[in-house]
């Protein structure tokens, strides 16, 4: 019975059999490699991997999608985690694995920074997300698609732009064009952040207000004298620090907030 994709799990498969050969020419896959393929959909990468890959594990919550796969690939091939990728412990899968996917437009975001969460697994990670996203993800400070996902995605991962997918790859065609994109862990963090939690709260209101300066998105955490010694113009926006500069901030702050 064919499938109707589904608009409230966010279903576009991939259908072009030359972009399909493309990625998985990028992902390169290698016959042990432990791979995780997320929202497999109706197989279109999950195929060629596995005249690969011995194995592979896929993380799927349509339960339609589960029985299709259950019939088209055994047990030997194709171990099915019928889950929500969002909710998914990636760990589960073991200590190393590669991940992969057509990830869902309408959740992309909050499923990056849960991929961020396993990122010491994580051997590298090859998807497809809308390109819009994709240009936000890699852009570089004091550009307009620059913000809290470059920020939060670059502080662990060394990521690149591989190339544009256009919608007619798809069924159903969605409205944007889409991009992959290749991640690839930092192993030792170049701006290792002293408190984790708070350098996500600082880059969060940092970026609250994009047209405010510094001054007003961190008024109560920083003050004219710390922005001074760290030598950064409290005129500036969000937009226009690095990685490192929110590194420094952090900090700053967590100094303060035990005496220093």
């Known amino acids: 019975m064919k499938h109707i994709p589904r608009k409230r799990f966010g279903q576009n498969f991939l259908t072009d059999r030359g972009v399909i050969a493309a990625i998985v020419a990028a992902i390169a896959p290698r016959e042990d490699d432990v791979m995780v393929e997320i929202g497999p959909g109706m197989g279109a990468l999950t195929e060629p991997l596995l005249r690969v890959l011995k194995h592979l594990h896929v993380v799927e919550i349509d339960r339609d999608i589960v029985r299709t796969l259950q019939q088209r690939f055994s047990r030997e091939q194709l171990t099915i985690h019928a889950a929500d990728a969002l909710r998914f412990d990636f760990s589960a899968i073991g200590p190393r694995f590669r991940l992969v996917g057509n990830l869902p437009y309408n959740i992309s975001t909050p499923l990056l920074f849960h ?10 990670l090859h998807c ?4 819009e996203v994709v240009e936000r993800m890699v852009a570089a400070p004091s550009t307009p698609a620059y913000g809290r996902l470059s920020v939060m995605l670059q502080c662990r991962f060394e990521m690149e732009q591989l190339f544009t997918v256009p919608a ?3 069924h159903p065609a969605p ?5 992959v994109v290749r991640m690839v862990p930092l192993g030792a963090l ?5 408190d984790e939690g708070l350098f996500a709260e ?13 001054r007003n998105t961190l008024r109560g955490r920083l003050c004219a004298e710390d922005f001074a010694r760290l030598e950064i113009d409290p005129r500036m926006r969000a937009e226009n620090l690095s990685v490192a500069d929110f590194a420094r901030l952090t900090a700053r702050v967590r100094g303060k907030a035990a005496g220093d």
């Open 115 to 124: 991929l961020c969460g396993f990122a010491e697994h994580i051997v590298d």
């Open 202 to 214: 600082l880059v969060a209101a940092g970026f609250s207000q994009r047209r405010k300066t510094l």
């Open 128 to 131: 497809m997300l809308q390109k």
């Open 168 to 170: 007619a790859a798809f």
């Open 190 to 194: 170049p701006y290792p952040a002293a």
């Open 175 to 179: 409205k944007v064009e889409s991009a």
